[in-house]
């Protein structure tokens, strides 16, 4: 199995424009978690799904984000309007199913918004 | 609010010794507690998941331990290599048993190094 598949790598854009992430998670696992990482607070969670419906979106820090899972096999994270603050390395990760099973994450999303 | 606490925030040691690394969590009404590494500009690994009944976890070289009482985990390396050398966090879901309701939350982690 390829893992957890994020795009793009690296994301450079200006304050203000719109930000998709995107993130196809290990086949068969039906729990899709997003997380933020940043040196000033650490990795968070912001949003969880688990058969593609939304569990938990409390991580979520505003409305300017938005997550949405169309299918078992795709999910976007996205940031409209950007803002420099939101600079952050973004990570999907998906699991079997309950909090029980281990967590597989993808390689990251480098956010950078000048 | 659950905090999870991760001392030192780095931690040198010479290879070939024995270390412990340490996670504290405020609320004890925990469903399991996992240990990830990550290595720099890359994702995290889960080594190691702990159930709340369970009082430690094996693995190769890795035994992590759980005392809920007292808030607190430890990830114990045995006979450390510089392979070893990363950032190790611990992560708390905290809540019931039933999918939906609980939280996740990670400590801030500690950066290894192993001195060859």
């Known amino acids: 199995d390829a893992g957890v598949i994020q795009s793009p790598r690296h994301e450079v854009t200006e304050m203000g424009q719109e930000v998709t992430l995107r993130c196809k998670p290990i086949s068969g696992h039906n729990s899709l978690f997003w997380y933020r990482q940043t040196m000033m607070r650490g990795l968070e969670l912001l949003i969880y799904f688990n058969n593609n419906v939304p569990i938990d979106d409390s991580g979520m820090p505003e409305d300017r984000f938005s997550a949405k899972m169309p299918n078992a096999s795709f999910s976007t994270l996205k940031i409209q309007p950007s803002e420099p603050r939101d600079s952050a390395v973004y990570f999907c990760a998906s699991s079997l199913g309950d909090p029980n099973y281990e967590q597989y994450f993808g390689p990251g999303t480098r956010l950078t918004v000048t | 609010k659950q905090e999870v606490t991760q001392i030192p925030a780095a931690l040198s040691v010479p290879e070939g010794e024995n270390l412990v690394l340490n996670c504290s969590f405020t609320?004890?009404?925990?469903?399991?507690l996992q240990w990830f590494r990550q290595d720099p500009g890359k994702g995290l690994t889960s080594l190691l998941l702990i159930q709340s009944s369970q009082r430690e976890q094996t693995s190769g070289r890795l035994n992590a331990s759980l005392d809920k009482s007292s808030g607190r985990s430890t990830l114990y390396i045995a006979a450390s290599q510089p392979g070893d050398s990363a950032t190790y966090l611990c992560?708390?879901?905290?809540?019931?048993?039933?999918?939906?309701?609980?939280?996740?939350?990670f400590g801030t982690g500690t950066r290894l190094t192993i001195i060859p």
């Open positions: 609320d004890s009404a925990i469903y399991n």
């Open positions: 992560a708390v879901w905290l809540g019931v048993s039933n999918f939906g309701n609980e939280k996740l939350t």
